[in-house]
Every structure is written in C-alpha cells, then in structure tokens.
C-alpha cells in the first residue's frame, strides 16, 4: 500500500463504489445525495504531473456519470475541481505549498476543512447549474447546492479524519 | 513560431482543461438534444451488472414489503377475475390481444434529480424494446429509453423531459403530465381547460390518446389546482400513488398496435 500508483488506484475503484452504490441512493431527507467522491481530489498527491491528474479526474467522473445516467455532468464538475485544485491550495495554505518539503501535517485543521470546502462547493456549483441550466430555477439551484455541499463537507470530513494515512 | 510553441508548452495543462472540458460539454449537450445518452448509460453491460449484483443483495431487506404488496394485487385481480364478465367476444388467443404484459426488476432508481432514470434487469434479449411502458401494481413509472443485451433505462415520469397523456377519470377531459422537478411525490397535469369541474381527491389516470399505455391506469389524485397565466387552462398538482422511491418488481406494457398507429400518425402529419 505504500506504492502512491496502486493506494490511488485503489480509492478510485472504492470511491467509484461507493458513490453509485451508496451515496447516490442514500436520499437523505428525500432527495439529499452527497457526492462524497470530491475527496478524491483532497487526497490525491500534490507534487504529481498535473496533466494526469486532470485526466484521471476526467476518467472518475465520466465514469461515475456512466454509473448515474447525468450525461457528462458530473465529469464537467471534477474536471473543472481539479483544474482549480492548485489555485485553491494557494487560497488556502499560502505560497509555501509550492515548496518542496509542504505537507499536510505542517497546516491547521481549519486549513485543510476550507480547503475541502472550497473543492466541494465549487464543484456542486458547476453541477448543478449545468443539471438544472436555468435561470428561472435558480432558488431550487441555491437550495440544492446549499443542502448537498454542507451534508458532503460533513461526510468528507468525516471520511477524511477516519482514514488519514499517516505517511503524509 | 517558436514562442507560439513555448507558449502552449508553458500552458499545456490549460489547454488539456479546454480540450477535457470541451469534450464533456459536447457529450451534455448532444445528448441533450437526444432523450439520453446512447453510449453512456447505466444499461451498459459492467455498470448493469454491478447494479444487478446490489440489487440481488439489497432486495432480500424488502422481501416482506414486496409480498404484501403481490398479496394486495393478488387479492384486487382476483376480485376482478371473479366479476367479469364472460362472453361471446372473448378472446381465446392471447397473441390477438393488444397488450401484453412482462416483468421486470428494478436495480438502480433515482428520483431527485431533474431528469430521473431507472434501469431493470430485461433487454433486448427478453423482448424489451423502446417505448415500452412501465408500470408497477400502484400506477404508471415511465418509458423504457434505451436497451442493451441484459438491461434497459427507463425515463421515469419524475424526468423534465417526460410528457405523458392523461386524463380525469371517468370523463374524457386529457391534458399532459409533466414535472417540475421540486417534489418527487408530486407531479404536474397541464392543459386541462378552464370549463372542467374539478375536486381536489380526483383521481387521474392514463388517457386513451397515447399508444404506449393502456386507458386508465392510476396515476394520483389531485392535490391542489390553479389557473395558469392565461388563465384559461388549469395547472393541477397531482400526488402520485406510486411511491416512487420505493419501487422493485415492475411490469412492462407492450402495445401491438403501436407500430400501427405511429405509423398512420406520422403519415397524416406529412400530408
């Protein structure tokens, strides 16, 4: 498990999983589905090429649109999430997480939550704007970004003190 | 020409954004022009299979829930079977019949997004073809879409896109049902006109005017109603029998008559 290649191999086919097999059926209050598999991106190395990184978060959500029937919905909003990861790492930590020796364990709890934060409500944003592509909705688009981004910040935060590896 | 090249290197990962992101605005909205997706739907053969893997699993946690209601539906045929009325015009062949019936499991359901699909575990392997109509014990669900080997996606009546025929029953009044994508229990019946008494606890069912279902199956009551901005026509707000998040054993409904009438339909349109 030490090996970076087979570990993120190995949460893409789990989160994959759990996202159309769990979360998109958990239906929380009726119609809350969290998309818990944004923390892909939290996880995922920072100092790795760039360009696999935007295609392998390509290649989760199509595939997790395939899983879920929303044409290429999903696979817009991961993509445009990873896109924007290291601007938003830069909001968060500062300039040092350019350097060589940045690691997750030299920052604050408060840092880190804003910075998932930040991932998941951009990419809830994109979702459901381009779900729904309407103006006239626009209360119902608030109401739903609102309503998923905070049940996913909770269960993402959740999930990511549960399983913080501890070589990071 | 050597600083164009630099300047794409420099911003590669840009471009490779443009390019991916391109790539998936294209396949939402070509696909938006379609019903769905043709390549990238649950009906495929590996997301089909994991999805009929859950659903075996999950289905053993209502097997109760799922008798009760086949003891429900049992008990209401019977009650039919015992007062029909047999007679001369009976027909012995069944293949003379105009509908025939299939079931089908339901093993992936979604109901809170705009536009909701299902998929079941019969494909085209099993006589499935589009345009089927869904329905289960309580009332209509929606239309089968696509159709791979094993499996087929059904738009379901919770679908932006859906529109489907019905009408108030025991009168002749029809309008069309659509959804407004708010309320997964409530869906919304458009153009019925003014002069139309109604009550609300009316019951709706299908209307006779579409080739996919047969006449009068439930679809709800009607919850509230007000006149739409011409005021000429009524907005109904129907609640529906089916509790559509809670859906398994379905039957398919097929139409015999179908091609037929599509086929005079659409040669009286081109006159």
Known sequence: MNNPIVLNAFRFVLLLLAQV???????????????????????????????VFLLVAFLLGLLIDIFSDSLALHTLAILTAAFARPFIMRFCFGVNYEFQNFTFKNTTKIQRITYLALLIVLHHTIFFCFEILSFSHILLILKKILSTSLLTIFLCTLFSSLFSPKSE | MQRIINFILNNRNTFLYALLSFIALLLTVRSHSYHQSKFFNSSRWVSGKIYGTAANISGYFSLKEENQKLADENQRLRKLLFNAQTGEEQVLDSSLLPFQVAQAKVIKNSFSAPRNYLTINKG?????????????????????????????????????????????????????????ASDHTVVQLVDIPRLVPLVVGD??????????????????????????????????DVALFNDMANVRWVYLVQNHNKAEIDQLEAQTEDE
């Open chain 1, 21 to 51: 097999l769990i979360f998109n059926g958990l239906n929380f209050m009726g119609t809350i589905n969290p998309m818990v598999y944004v923390i892909f991106l939290y996880w995922y190395p920072i100092k790795e090429n760039r360009a």
């Open chain 2, 124 to 180: 085209d392997n099993d006589g499935v073809t589009q345009d089927m109509g869904v329905i289960t014990s309580k009332g209509i669900l929606g239309i089968v879409e696509n159709i791979s080997g094993q499996f087929a996606t059904v738009q379901s009546i919770l679908n932006t896109k859906s529109s489907i025929n019905a009408k108030i029953k025991n009168t002749d009044y029809f309008g069309s049902l659509e959804w407004d």
């Open chain 2, 203 to 236: 019951t709706i069912v299908t209307g006779a005017m579409s080739s996919i279902f047969p006449e009068n199956i439930p679809i709800g009551t009607i919850k509230r109603y007000d006149l739409n901005a011409s005021k000429s026509y009524y907005n109904i």
